[in-house]
């Protein structure tokens, strides 16, 4: 399957749970699907394949619209 993952703040340091289960799922996630994870904070995490892309709070960011419709995820996390 093909996900798309979205977290405001998905970068270092990973001190906070929600923090840690993200990535620990996103890890699991990589295993066996295709799957997208973009933050709109810090600069993303490329080893992790996390990436950073321009958004604002409202997420309204044609970046951000580009990058979902180019990838046609199946499911959005």
């Known amino acids: 399957m093909r996900f798309l993952y979205f977290s405001e703040a998905l970068v270092p340091p990973f ?3 929600i923090k840690k289960a993200a ?3 996103l890890r ?3 295993k066996s699907h295709e799957v997208l994870a973009l933050t709109s904070r810090g600069p993303g995490i490329p080893e992790d394949g996390v990436r950073r892309i321009h ?3 409202l997420l309204a960011s044609r970046g951000l619209r580009n990058e979902v ?7 959005a996390l």
């Open 69 to 75: 419709r180019a990838f046609q995820p199946e499911q």
């Open 23 to 25: 990535l620990s799922l």
């Open 28 to 30: 699991e996630l990589w």
């Open 55 to 57: 958004a604002n709070r």
């Open 15 to 17: 001190d906070e749970g």
